[in-house]
């Protein structure tokens, strides 16, 4: 399969979709919580460990990180603008930036609340909400962009999900420079 962690991503995505049936995308409802965020939200954050240990076997690093602290450790001394990414939901006009913590080397919360979801189900159950779950998903969206930046820049990584994008330059001057990126092209420090 190529690219399976994408397809993987495309799957989730479409079950994160499949509530915008119910629950609108708006601050409003950000703390809405369901079984299916429950589902989406264990899902996509599990799936960025995996994703993260990919990366980390294709920069050879010298021990394969464990914990998040460890994979900001080694995604900020590889991609030091990676905490910048922009995710955007055009449908409902928002632009997230999952990873915006790391620059204050901290979690993000939607990262600890999947964890207290996981180990802490009875009490904290209501994390399971739309902002975190979006989040994870936006979150896992901008990590396989950097697992595989060669093939977004080629216009290989396809389909394109049906949510989720990052600006998409209307000239491009090099393969490199179609998307806002950090740490690749010439726009990448936007």
Known sequence: MIHPHWQYF??????????????????????TYSVA???????SSSEIDVVFRVIAEQ???ET????IKEHRDMMLRHYPKFHRVKVEVPRYGLTLR????WEMEESPSWWKA????????????????LQNTLHSVAGLFAVLLYLYHDDLFSDALTPWPT???IERLDVAFSREDRYRLPDFGRFGDA
């Open 10 to 31: 495309l799957a989730l995505e479409a079950d994160f979709a499949q509530t915008t049936n119910y629950v609108e995308v708006v601050e409003d409802n950000f703390a």
């Open 59 to 61: 920069l050879a690093t």
């Open 37 to 43: 965020y429950v589902k989406i939200l264990l899902s």
């Open 114 to 129: 999947y964890n207290r979801v996981k180990h802490h189900r009875n009490s904290d159950y209501p994390e399971a909400n």
């Open 64 to 67: 394969a990180p464990e914990s």
């Open 98 to 101: 999952p990873w915006a913590s």
């Open 163 to 165: 949510l989720l994008a």
